[in-house]
């Protein structure tokens, strides 16, 4: 049977950092939707629209020109004046975005007729300051309250919402502007009047307030980008990474976009002392810190940049568990999943203040640690992180192996947490070859090749350090789990390995692209590597 794939709406999405913006194709934010300008996981903006006397303009062209800038291109409709009506396609309108922090927004209207025009620009801009797991789920519930106010002298709107301590903002300031607004009935409205062929302008800031800072929109106009302060970290971060030349121009400009990728995921993050950048998940929803995900793609790119790796290593480590929480899965040593900054975190309403929920991230960090050691060098950085290592070992083998057989499993002990913790968590995602769920503790295949691969490299660690008996007993562990893992998971008969052990320890023999994992760790021996490979490859996957 045929998979089918389910491709979104499309949409412009933009960002830097923790403010991302999703539109509609024209601009538009639509409401009740799931598009809006988010914050440290808020939604400042749940709705914007421009109408010119009412009208609303039709999207010519447009979309995103780097991954914090985009454009788009409107004319009107038949607009009625005063003066007579506005024929359709006589205006050009241009809506240019800018995320560093804030947002900038330049508009600017054209009048591409032979006379003088006069009308209405309105715009309207409605904030919810809903969480960003509310808008996802679609029940969104108010419990604080919103204010507004605006400044005619200052041409600053002013939009906030506070729930005890917890406070959110907005301020929408006009610049360089054509003509003063005035703000009535949910709007801001110019009085636009404009020669033929020339053309009106305004910008409007958004600057975004959290409880204890407010990040301000860049100052620059779009055209301007080349000189602003985000630009500049784009191109130190390209002098930053590792440089590749190549006279083949399909692959320079693979790398190159490649490298632009990357630079749109750094998540820049306070740590103990300083700023560093860790690979966020994913844009839209997760421009968070996640453990798995960051791990893997500093691991991706420990040649490339292995500052992801030192950025991710230093805020994973600091945020560490140190106790017992089963409200958020937590244990002793275990390395986080999820840190969110809304106002259902903030409240402990959901456990991501972090949550601790998955059962790889632990072996990951010290396998990625390894790795960045061995990418740079600098043994300072083992030294540094040997506290978290310690607390890491330790997890594995008195949380990770849940029943004490040798293998690691896992399996939620909170109310709210999530029912698969591995490289597919989704909760659908470990199933019998029957579609039926996998019940009870679940010791999935790649989760045992990272204990191979970190006890391993870790051994090779302490060698360095001087501390041989520690090497040898962390060697012998990772042998003793190379012979039960080939023993329990491979499967004659599917010439694969089995995807997990059920809770009362039977094989799930489903087909599933997590055994490649386990090719990765090298807890598959050579004899089997090419019937894993071959069955990964197969048309059928």
Same mark, same amino acid.
């Given at each position: 049977?045929?998979?089918?794939?389910?491709?979104?709406?499309?949409?412009?999405?933009?960002?830097?950092?923790?403010?991302?913006?999703?539109?509609?194709?024209?601009?538009?934010?639509?409401?009740?939707?799931?598009?809006?300008?988010?914050?440290?996981?808020?939604?400042?903006? +749940?709705?914007? /629209?421009? !109408? *010119? #006397? =009412?009208?609303?303009?039709?999207?010519?062209?447009?979309? $995103?020109?780097?991954?914090?800038?985009?454009?788009?291109?409107?004319?009107?409709?038949?607009?009625?004046?005063?003066?007579?009506?506005?024929?359709?396609?006589?205006?050009?309108?241009?809506?240019?975005?800018?995320?560093?922090?804030?947002?900038?927004?330049?508009?600017?209207?054209?009048?591409?007729?032979?006379?003088?025009?006069?009308?209405?620009?309105?715009?309207?801009?409605?904030?919810?300051?809903?969480?960003?797991?509310?808008?996802?789920?679609?029940?969104?519930?108010?419990?604080?309250?919103?204010?507004?106010?605006?400044?005619?002298?200052?041409?600053?709107?002013?939009?906030?919402?506070?729930?005890?301590?917890?406070?959110?903002?907005?301020?929408?300031?006009?610049?360089?502007? +054509?003509?003063? /607004?005035? !703000? *009535? #009935? =949910?709007?801001?409205?110019?009085?636009?009047?404009?020669? $033929?062929?020339?053309?009106?302008?305004?910008?409007?800031?958004?600057?975004?307030?959290?409880?204890?800072?407010?990040?301000?929109?860049?100052?620059?106009?779009?055209?301007?980008?080349?000189?602003?302060?985000?630009?500049?970290?784009?191109?130190?971060?390209?002098?930053?990474?590792?440089?590749?030349?190549?006279?083949?121009?399909?692959?320079?400009?693979?790398?190159?976009?490649?490298?632009?990728?990357?630079?749109?995921?750094?998540?820049?993050?306070?740590?103990?002392?300083?700023?560093?950048?860790?690979?966020?998940?994913?844009?839209?929803?997760?421009?968070?810190?996640?453990?798995?995900?960051?791990?893997?793609?500093?691991?991706?790119?420990?040649?490339?940049?292995?500052?992801?790796?030192?950025?991710?290593?230093?805020?994973?480590?600091?945020?560490?568990?140190?106790?017992?929480?089963?409200?958020?899965?937590?244990?002793?040593?275990?390395?986080?999943?999820?840190?969110?900054?809304?106002?259902?975190?903030?409240?402990?309403?959901?456990?991501?203040?972090?949550?601790?929920?998955?059962?790889?991230?632990?072996?990951?960090?010290?396998?990625?640690?390894?790795?960045?050691?061995?990418?740079?060098?600098?043994?300072?950085?083992?030294?540094?992180?040997?506290?978290?290592?310690?607390?890491?070992?330790?997890?594995?083998?008195?949380?990770?192996?849940?029943?004490?057989?040798?293998?690691?499993?896992?399996?939620?002990?909170?109310?709210?947490?999530?029912?698969?913790?591995?490289?597919?968590?989704?909760?659908?995602?470990?199933?019998?070859?029957?579609?039926?769920?996998?019940?009870?503790?679940?010791?999935?295949?790649?989760?045992?090749?990272?204990?191979?691969?970190?006890?391993?490299?870790?051994?090779?660690?302490?060698?360095?350090?001087?501390?041989?008996?520690?090497?040898?007993?962390?060697?012998?562990?990772?042998?003793?789990?190379?012979?039960?893992?080939?023993?329990?998971?491979?499967?004659?008969?599917?010439?694969?390995?089995?995807?997990?052990?059920?809770?009362?320890?039977?094989?799930?023999?489903?087909?599933?692209?997590?055994?490649?994992?386990?090719?990765?760790?090298?807890?598959?021996?050579?004899?089997?590597?090419?019937?894993?490979?071959?069955?990964?490859?197969?048309?059928?996957?």
């Amino acid at each position: 049977m045929a998979f089918k794939v389910h491709v979104g709406p499309p949409q412009i999405t933009v960002h830097q950092g923790q403010t991302v913006l999703v539109s509609e194709l024209d601009g538009q934010i639509n409401w009740p939707s799931e598009k809006g300008l988010y914050f440290l996981d808020t939604r400042m903006i +749940s709705n914007w /629209a421009i !109408y *010119a #006397n =009412g009208e609303q303009f039709e999207l010519l062209t447009g979309g $995103p020109l780097s991954y914090y800038t985009a454009r788009i291109f409107l004319t009107n409709k038949l607009i009625r004046t005063e003066d007579g009506s506005i024929m359709p396609r006589t205006l050009g309108l241009t809506i240019s975005r800018s995320v560093g922090g804030g947002l900038h927004e330049d508009l600017d209207i054209t009048n591409n007729s032979m006379k003088p025009i006069r009308f209405q620009l309105e715009i309207v801009i409605r904030s919810d300051f809903a969480d960003i797991f509310e808008v996802k789920s679609g029940q969104i519930v108010r419990r604080g309250q919103i204010t507004t106010e605006w400044s005619q002298s200052q041409q600053r709107l002013h939009t906030a919402y506070s729930r005890r301590d917890f406070r959110r903002a907005v301020t929408t300031s006009v610049s360089r502007a +054509s003509s003063n /607004a005035v !703000y *009535a #009935n =949910g709007r801001l409205s110019f009085q636009v009047a404009i020669e $033929p062929t020339q053309s009106w302008h305004a910008c409007l800031l958004y600057a975004l307030e959290d409880s204890e800072q407010q990040s301000e929109a860049p100052e620059e106009c779009i055209w301007q980008a080349s000189k602003s302060r985000h630009t500049g970290t784009t191109a130190e971060w390209l002098q930053a990474v590792a440089k590749i030349e190549t006279s083949n121009e399909e692959f320079y400009r693979f790398f190159r976009q490649a490298l632009e990728d990357m630079a749109a995921l750094r998540l820049p993050i306070k740590g103990t002392d300083h700023v560093v950048f860790l690979p966020a998940a994913g844009v839209p929803w997760f421009v968070a810190p996640f453990g798995r995900d960051s791990l893997i793609v500093s691991l991706q790119n420990i040649l490339i940049y292995p500052d992801f790796a030192r950025g991710a290593l230093d805020i994973l480590g600091a945020l560490q568990a140190k106790e017992d929480d089963p409200y958020r899965d937590a244990e002793p040593g275990k390395i986080l999943h999820e840190l969110r900054y809304g106002e259902l975190a903030h409240f402990k309403q959901i456990p991501h203040t972090p949550y601790y929920g998955t059962a790889d991230a632990t072996p990951l960090y010290l396998v990625t640690l390894h790795a960045a050691w061995r990418a740079t060098g600098d043994q300072e950085l083992v030294k540094r992180h040997l506290k978290t290592v310690e607390a890491c070992l330790s997890w594995i083998d008195k949380y990770g192996d849940r029943d004490g057989d040798g293998f690691q499993e896992y399996q939620t002990r909170s109310p709210v947490g999530y029912e698969n913790m591995s490289w597919k968590d989704a909760g659908d995602a470990v199933m019998n070859p029957d579609g039926s769920p996998v019940k009870g503790p679940k010791a999935l295949c790649e989760l045992q090749g990272y204990v191979y691969s970190a006890w391993l490299r870790m051994a090779e660690v302490f060698d360095v350090l001087g501390q041989p008996d520690r090497a040898r007993e962390l060697r012998a562990k990772a042998a003793a789990l190379f012979e039960r893992f080939n023993e329990a998971f491979w499967d004659d008969e599917l010439g694969f390995y089995a995807y997990a052990l059920d809770g009362d320890k039977n094989k799930v023999l489903t087909i599933a692209s997590n055994a490649g994992h386990s090719l990765l760790s090298g807890i598959v021996p050579p004899d089997r590597a090419k019937k894993v490979v071959d069955r990964l490859m197969a048309p059928d996957m």
